[in-house]
T-cell receptor
Framework: AQKVTQAQTEISVVEKEDVTLDCVYE???????LFWYKQPPSGELVFLIR??????QNEISGRYSWNFQKSTSSFNFTITASQVVDSAVYFC????????????FGTGTRLLVSP | DTEVTQTPKHLVMGMTNKKSLKCEQH?????MYWYKQKAKKPPELMFV???????INESVPSRFSPECPNSSLLNLHLHALQPEDSALYLC??????????????FGPGTRLTVL
């Protein structure tokens, strides 16, 4: 069975600090897909990134970067120079192979960025 | 354009009422999803429609009845709900061409309160 663990329930930082959100996953499939979504207080889940299991390349997008390591089953997310607008709940999710992309979410990490 | 719209934004209903939630997308996506999210919890999959056919029902009680009248529209009919059904109901859509690249895009959700 698949599982996603986000051990950090809540993180508080001051603006301009760097912060890393951890995500550890479990799956028996050799083909799987990993995602990060952001959920601001308004409630909408905003897609940030997806990674396929056969693509371990790390990615940087502006202040955001992702570190995918199959050896440790981790897909961590770093925000550089955090801003107040980054305050939200961040979910890591996993989908195994198969046509319907059933997402299994971690429990989420609430990030509070104070001025 | 990756917009998924949901109406209404908020809904309050009694346990004997019948109401419907509506989700719409005009991205040509052929897979649509309903999720339920309780406060401080991750989203949980309820239903998946693929090419307008119900493909997955995650053992959801029959008081929730999904409907997909066409490829752009997804409804969730509610009847005889319980107070514990109060939650944020999220709709998502996905291309369904290939799981190597496509991603679920979420709507803003409907906050449902059952009195």
């Amino acid at each position: 069975a698949q599982k996603v663990t986000q051990a950090q329930t809540e993180i508080s930082v001051v603006e301009k600090e760097d912060v890393t959100l951890d995500c550890v996953y479990e799956t028996r499939d050799t083909t799987y897909y990993l995602f990060w979504y952001k959920q601001p207080p308004s409630g909408e889940l905003v897609f940030l990134i997806r990674r396929n299991s056969f693509d371990e390349q790390n990615e940087i997008s502006g202040r955001y970067s992702w570190n995918f390591q199959k050896s440790t089953s981790s897909f961590n997310f770093t925000i550089t120079a955090s801003q107040v607008v980054d305050s939200a709940v961040y979910f890591c999710a996993l989908s195994e192979g198969g046509g319907f992309q059933k997402l299994v979410f971690g429990t989420g990490t609430r990030l509070l960025v104070s001025p | 354009d990756t917009e998924v719209t949901q109406t209404p934004k908020h809904l309050v209903m009694g346990m004997t009422n019948k109401k419907s939630l509506k989700c719409e997308q005009h991205m040509g996506h052929r897979a649509m999803y309903w999720y339920k999210q309780k406060a401080k919890k991750p989203p949980e999959l309820m239903f998946v429609y693929s090419y307008e056919k119900l493909s997955i029902n995650e053992s959801v009680p029959s008081r929730f009845s999904p409907e997909c009248p066409n490829s752009s529209l997804l409804n969730l009919h509610l009847h005889a709900l319980q107070p514990e059904d109060s939650a944020l109901y999220l709709c998502a859509s996905r291309d369904h061409w290939t799981q190597y690249t496509d991603t679920q895009y979420f709507g803003p959700g409907t906050r449902l309160t059952v009195l």
